[in-house]
């Protein structure tokens, strides 16, 4: 089913892994009247892809957007068959992902697992309990039980990292792992032959395929935003070689110059869950401008700009009480407002298209005011709660970093798909390292591709150096705040 339509404005796709920062990116383009988002793919990263899903649709419920299609993206990195969030996201996003203020408290084991709906591990493979009467403490065991990898690769991405590794540091702390592996590679719950083959049979998810749809549609008339693992990006060009040339990708993720901020202060999060993609997606050639920690360390928000958002919203609760106490002739109802809110949010004016193509300053789009929508009180005190959750983690993780707020990556990178001036970039061919060890750097690293001294025609990525950080951060608390 096609959901994109031929409505004018500046037509952006977002592949998110909806945590704190993706849904005040979120918020931060539903701000704009001029921008037609034709959908939303919830991908694994900060949540388990389902998770990532449901929080997207709450998001954008709450902005009132409800319209907007949100599709199932990849459930783990290419080189896994499993994954499980890290407790590194969960200490800044919260186990909902959006700090304990998401849809629906989280309680089973599959709500925190990501496989392919499509392969043979499905969440009952994944997250069975077959030790149901066994207790530690007030905890009960989970038994996963798996046969073994038979060509390759990793069975289970515990936050971007194997199993195996030190730094695999699941967010689940309410059940232990324990595998039941057979040597013939059948196995099952109650020990009796079964097939636990984990094997893909291949299928595209939707969001990856409503992605290829649209850049075959639109070409460069699109804009994707990608603000979690470069997983999608990767299976859509490889599914459709074609949609390259015509990809416009806006990035959160890497480091050129500054620190990780992974266990090994090298990588960057989204760029350690799935290197291997997030390396061919540099080569592929694709116009790719990256939005890492570079700039985004840069743009810290703090209780200032949320204290505005809850005052904001005081106001405005006070309106629409005067409004609500007024003759029913002269004022429209509660719910009539809010139908006129949603009503309001689905009109684009036609403006000029925004290019990311370039990184130099495009006066237009820096200086030409956008239309501007307004959110409900609760909508505010939502995001000013969440915001509020991140920035108090932040603070906890590193004091003298983080003094000032937390950093708003992936609004960040939505702000540059709007307006690329607010970026400054210079062209680099990059990759991304792949293992550890002697010859390969750390595995997760972004860096620059030597291939580019000796072939002039390498691939080369907008790197985002400075920001206009004053700028943005003003934008971006006046566009939420409405005021």
């Not at 929080?55 to 319209?67: M, P």
């Not at 993206?73 to 203020?101: N, T």
């Not at 499509?118 to 039980?145: E, F, K, L, M, N």
């Not at 990856?208 to 060009?237: E, N, S």
């Amino acid at each position: 089913m096609d959901f994109a339509d031929d409505r004018t404005g500046r037509r952006m796709i977002l592949d998110v892994d909806t945590g704190i920062d993706d849904a005040l990116a979120l918020a931060y383009l539903a701000s704009f009247t001029d921008i037609n988002l034709l959908g939303v793919i919830g991908t694994y990263g900060n949540v388990a892809v389902d998770t990532a899903v449901r929080n997207t649709e709450y998001v954008l419920e709450r902005l009132g957007l409800r319209h907007i299609p949100v599709m199932r993206g990849s459930a783990h990195p290419s080189w896994a068959r499993c994954f499980v969030p890290d407790a590194g996201c969960a200490q800044f996003h919260g186990i909902d992902g959006l700090g304990g203020f998401g849809p629906v408290p989280l309680g089973s084991t599959a709500d925190f697992l990501s496989t392919d709906s499509s392969s043979s591990v499905d969440r009952a493979d994944c997250a069975q309990s077959t030790d149901r009467g066994r207790i530690i403490g007030d905890r009960p065991i989970r038994t996963i039980r798996l046969s073994p990898m038979e060509n390759g690769g990793e069975l289970f991405s515990i936050g971007g990292y194997p199993l195996h590794d030190i730094h695999a540091n699941p967010s689940i702390d309410d059940f232990s792992f324990s595998f039941a592996f057979a040597a013939d590679g059948d196995v099952d719950t109650n020990g009796t032959a079964g097939n636990t083959d984990i094997d893909d049979d291949g299928d595209i998810p939707e969001g990856v395929r409503f992605l290829i749809d649209q850049i075959r549609r639109f070409g460069r008339d699109v804009t994707v935003v990608a603000t979690g693992p470069l997983t999608d990006i990767d299976m859509a060009i490889a599914e459709a070689p074609d949609i390259t040339r015509n990809l416009r990708l806006v990035m959160m993720g890497g480091s050129l110059t500054q620190e990780g901020n992974c266990w090994d202060l090298t990588a960057e999060t989204n760029m350690i869950q799935d290197p291997e993609a997030a390396d061919r997606v540099f080569h592929s050639g694709a116009d790719i401008t990256m939005v890492g920690l570079d700039v985004t360390h840069q743009c810290l928000l703090g209780g200032t700009a949320t204290r505005r958002w809850r005052d904001a919203a005081s106001l405005r609760g006070q309106s629409s009480e005067a409004h609500r106490r007024a003759p029913a002739a002269s004022s429209p109802s509660s719910a009539q407002s809010e139908t006129f809110a949603q009503s309001t949010s689905s009109k684009v004016s036609a403006q000029s298209k925004a290019s990311v193509t370039s990184p130099a300053p495009t006066p237009s789009a820096a200086s030409t005011p956008s239309p501007q929508r307004m959110f409900s009180p609760q909508t505010l005190r939502f995001l000013a709660d969440i915001a509020d959750f991140s920035i108090a983690a932040n603070l906890k993780a590193d004091a003298r970093l983080f003094s000032a707020g937390m950093p708003l990556h992936d609004p960040l990178a939505a702000a540059v798909a709007v307006d690329p001036t607010l970026v400054s970039c210079i062209d680099l061919p990059m990759k991304v390292e792949t293992q550890t060890g002697d010859f390969h750097g750390t595995r997760g690293r972004t860096i620059g591709d030597p291939e580019g001294l000796i072939n002039p025609g390498a691939p080369r990525v907008h790197v985002a150096l400075n920001v206009d950080a004053e700028r943005f951060l003003d934008e971006f608390s006046t566009r939420i705040a409405g005021n």
